[in-house]
């Protein structure tokens, strides 16, 4: 609902809706996706907001990025959740002429809260890597590596078992089914294998292979793989059956997927609390590259 209406005045639409506080937004928010389950290095949760302050409207993003702030603001948004956290190190100053100090000002001047949920989204059931194991149409056997603490399957990673295919079936599912980017779908490997077995890892997940191998994956799904961890994978690979084939994707893109489920997911919380909260999608693009020069299909 707009600036005006949200500072101190509960708004009744009559039926009974109201606007949650943000206190009330953060605590589904820790519901859904529970802030136990992040990784210890992460940064998680609210990181900047009044608690008492109400919540009309939420953004959801996968970074929150300059261009994700200003539609945060422009849209009249009172609370930004994004899959990145915003602060992940710590800092001493959030002066309004450093990166995040400067998106941080905007932010508390428009009155837009900001919440995490970055790996605990990705250990949670439901979340960003079954977001994935759902486009590829994998019965999900367990989490790559369970979350210490958590409940049984809450964990970083997914594999589980599909219809037999190869990998570059698996690759064009992934490129019809993600935003396209210039970097596109990769594959290292023998695109014409067959495979049954599918490790998934939103995000960077290039330091579980091990877990990867465990599982006996024909083909490990994720991104930011860099040329040593891959090429290192490849090599193993060889010595054995040859497994697992690569598939790397954008990691915007592959993140960008859990934001709809997301979404259905506080639609349909704030509907059962009686809440008037618009929740919406960002339509920025954050994906880090922007242009690519060369061949479209290299062989080899
Ligand atoms: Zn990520």
Redesign the pocket.
């Known amino acids: 609902m707009s600036r005006a209406t949200h500072d101190h005045v509960v708004v009744d639409y009559g039926g009974g809706m109201v606007e949650p506080t943000l206190a009330q937004v953060r605590a589904l928010v820790d519901e859904l996706w529970p802030e136990a389950y992040a990784e210890p290095w992460d940064s998680v949760g609210l990181t900047t907001g009044d608690p008492t302050a109400r919540v009309g409207s939420v953004l959801l993003a996968?970074d929150p990025m300059d261009d994700v702030v200003a539609e945060a603001v422009e849209t009249g948004a009172d609370l930004l959740l994004t899959?990145?956290p915003l602060l992940l190190r710590g800092v001493t100053s959030i002066a309004a002429d450093t990166l995040k100090g400067g998106q941080l000002t905007r932010l508390v001047r428009a009155g837009v809260g900001h919440i995490a949920a970055?790996t605990n989204a990705d250990s949670q059931l439901g979340g960003?890597s079954d977001a994935l194991t759902d486009v590829l149409g994998v019965a999900v056997r367990g989490p790559l590596v369970q979350t210490a603490g958590a409940p049984d399957g809450v964990g970083i990673g997914r594999w589980g078992d599909r219809a037999p295919t190869t990998v570059r079936a698996l690759a064009q599912i992934l490129a019809d089914a993600l935003p396209a980017t210039v970097t596109g779908v990769r594959i290292a490997g023998d695109p014409d294998a067959e495979v049954r077995r599918v490790a998934v890892c939103?995000?960077?997940g290039d330091g579980l292979f091990d877990a990867v191998r465990a599982v006996e994956a024909d083909v490990y799904v994720t991104?930011d793989l860099r040329h040593h961890p891959a090429t290192e994978a490849r090599d193993t690979a060889h010595r054995s059956a040859g497994l697992p084939h690569l598939i790397d994707i954008s990691?915007w893109a592959a993140?960008s997927l859990w934001l709809g489920s997301a979404a259905d997911q506080l639609r349909r919380e704030a509907s059962e609390r009686g809440w008037e909260m618009r929740i919406v999608v960002s339509t920025r693009r954050t994906d880090a590259w922007t242009l690519r020069i060369g061949q479209e299909e290299q062989h080899g």
Request: proline share 0%.
């Open positions: 996968v899959h990145h970055h960003v939103g995000g960077a991104s990691h993140e």
